[in-house]
């Protein structure tokens, strides 16, 4: 999708905040609350546009949106939160209208959302955490690349910038006979060993100690921020701030595939030299998706194990049709894939009422059993539907049909 203007950019506190609302579909929009002491209006028109591809991809009824707040990691708690709650009340015409439904991000947990909702006026319930559903998409993404580059026996190295919590989640989900992190970072540092992390001392080392498991991991040699993005591996998982994959170090990339769990990480530059030396770089806005349509069969009331299973069944084909067409039409995944997603949206059906129907339906859901059963299966099959249609889509592309 070519990088159009936003709909709407709205600054408070003299620029220190930015909500960018990129498209509307049915007069809506989603997307989370990235915060950074740094975070720029281009870095969040950027994210924005990343949330429009991601939903038009997955034939999600909501526009892309994003919002940027810079709050210094050094903040107290109390002085975030209260920066969070003004923000909420500079944003609030668009949350109560349904315009703008912000969601958690980097620096941004369900604490911080309903600190922006308070502010708003809004009482937020229960918020669903997405880091399990979009480690589960990047995985799935990691064993589709597998699959399809029809690899022998062996152990693949993986290198993960940005060891946090989706990537946590990743490292419960990948065979430990397959595959093995041997590079990691945090804002802390990065750090090397060779012979592989044990999966539970990255797993219990991040739940103790957070940013700083790098200084107790046993084996750790510690290394450049940047060789973790060159480092000799067969995966590179970017898991951090966007454009991390640029001009200036992508001629020294060593990964086979790039799988991101990051929004962004690639510059147009980088995408042009990796696809040239022949490294793969799939969108994050198809690998990281889960966390935006596998929350949503969760939050439809889907058991995990049914959400693995679609995502098993349907996800992993879609993947592995867009490295069979890319090959096939000699295109940068990316750029096939923004294709796609850009004719999604330009197809998109508006029905009318919309929003009248999703509050009738969202009053019925809360009521009644049976038609919470009812709209669990309308959901796993809307999904599932989605899912064949982009796979044949991408089966089917040639240049013409866009």
Same mark, same amino acid.
């Given at each position: 999708?070519?990088?159009?203007?936003?709909?709407?950019?709205?600054?408070?506190?003299?620029?220190?905040?930015?909500?960018?609302?990129?498209?509307? $579909?049915?007069?809506?929009?989603?997307?989370?609350?990235?915060?950074?002491?740094?975070?720029?209006?281009?870095?969040?028109?950027?994210?924005?546009?990343?949330?429009?591809?991601?939903?038009?991809?997955?034939?999600?009824?909501?526009?892309?949106?994003?919002?940027?707040?810079?709050?210094? &990691? #050094?903040?107290?708690?109390?002085?975030?939160?209260?920066?969070?709650?003004?923000?909420?009340?500079?944003?609030?015409?668009?949350?109560?209208?349904? *315009? /703008?439904?912000?969601?958690?991000?980097?620096?941004?947990?369900?604490?911080?959302?309903?600190? *922006?909702?308070?502010?708003?006026?809004? $009482?937020?319930?229960?918020?669903?955490?997405?880091?399990?559903?979009?480690?589960?998409?990047?995985?799935?993404?990691?064993?589709?690349?597998?699959?399809?580059?029809?690899?022998?026996?062996?152990?693949?190295?993986?290198?993960?910038?940005?060891?946090?919590?989706?990537?946590?989640?990743?490292?419960?989900?990948?065979?430990?006979?397959?595959?093995?992190?041997?590079?990691?970072?945090?804002?802390?540092?990065?750090?090397?060993?060779?012979?592989?992390?044990?999966?539970?001392?990255?797993?219990?080392?991040?739940?103790?100690?957070?940013?700083?498991? *790098?200084? #107790?991991?046993?084996?750790?040699?510690?290394?450049?921020?940047?060789?973790?993005?060159?480092?000799?591996?067969?995966?590179?998982?970017?898991?951090?701030?966007?454009?991390?994959?640029?001009?200036?170090?992508?001629?020294?990339?060593?990964?086979?595939?790039?799988?991101?769990?990051?929004?962004?990480? /690639?510059?147009?530059?980088?995408?042009?030299?990796?696809?040239?030396?022949?490294?793969?770089?799939?969108?994050?806005?198809?690998?990281?998706?889960?966390?935006?349509?596998?929350?949503?069969?969760?939050?439809?009331?889907?058991?995990?194990?049914?959400?693995?299973?679609?995502?098993?069944? /349907?996800?992993?084909?879609?993947?592995?049709?867009?490295?069979?067409?890319?090959?096939?039409?000699?295109?940068?995944?990316?750029?096939?894939?923004?294709?796609?997603?850009?004719?999604?949206?330009?197809?998109?059906?508006?029905?009318?009422?919309?929003?009248?129907?999703?509050?009738?339906?969202?009053?019925?859901?809360?009521?009644?059993?049976?038609?919470? &059963?009812?709209?669990?299966?309308?959901?796993?099959?809307?999904?599932?539907?989605?899912?064949?249609?982009?796979?044949?889509?991408?089966?089917?592309?040639?240049?013409?049909?866009?």
């Amino acid at each position: 999708m070519k990088p159009n203007e936003p709909l709407l950019v709205i600054t408070a506190a003299n620029d220190l905040a930015h909500t960018v609302i990129d498209s509307l $579909v049915n007069g809506t929009s989603s997307g989370g609350v990235r915060i950074a002491g740094d975070i720029t209006l281009a870095e969040t028109k950027a994210l924005a546009r990343e949330m429009t591809l991601k939903f038009s991809l997955f034939d999600l009824p909501r526009g892309g949106a994003k919002s940027g707040i810079r709050i210094p &990691d #050094s903040a107290p708690l109390e002085e975030k939160r209260r920066i969070l709650e003004d923000f909420g009340r500079c944003i609030a015409p668009l949350m109560l209208r349904g *315009i /703008y439904y912000p969601g958690t991000d980097m620096n941004c947990n369900q604490e911080d959302l309903k600190a *922006i909702s308070r502010g708003a006026g809004i $009482v937020m319930g229960s918020v669903t955490d997405t880091a399990y559903f979009t480690a589960l998409s990047v995985a799935d993404s990691i064993l589709a690349w597998e699959e399809f580059a029809g690899l022998g026996p062996g152990v693949l190295n993986i290198a993960i910038e940005g060891f946090g919590h989706v990537a946590s989640h990743l490292a419960k989900r990948l065979p430990k006979a397959r595959f093995r992190i041997t590079t990691i970072s945090t804002r802390r540092g990065a750090v090397r060993n060779q012979d592989g992390f044990e999966l539970d001392d990255l797993i219990s080392g991040r739940k103790a100690s957070g940013e700083d498991l *790098i200084r #107790s991991l046993p084996g750790a040699k510690q290394i450049g921020m940047q060789e973790v993005l060159t480092a000799d591996v067969d995966i590179l998982v970017p898991s951090a701030r966007t454009w991390t994959l640029n001009e200036n170090n992508a001629a020294e990339v060593k990964a086979r595939v790039i799988v991101p769990v990051a929004n962004c990480p /690639y510059t147009g530059e980088a995408v042009e030299i990796l696809h040239q030396r022949g490294v793969v770089c799939l969108p994050g806005f198809l690998t990281n998706a889960g966390g935006v349509y596998a929350s949503s069969l969760f939050a439809a009331g889907l058991r995990l194990e049914e959400i693995e299973k679609i995502s098993a069944t /349907y996800f992993i084909p879609v993947v592995k049709s867009l490295l069979r067409k890319s090959k096939e039409r000699g295109l940068p995944e990316m750029e096939l894939a923004e294709r796609v997603a850009d004719k999604r949206f330009k197809n998109r059906p508006v029905p009318s009422n919309a929003g009248f129907g999703a509050k009738v339906g969202a009053i019925l859901n809360s009521r009644a059993p049976l038609l919470r &059963d009812l709209s669990r299966s309308a959901r796993a099959r809307q999904i599932v539907e989605s899912l064949r249609k982009l796979d044949f889509e991408i089966a089917r592309y040639e240049s013409e049909d866009i």
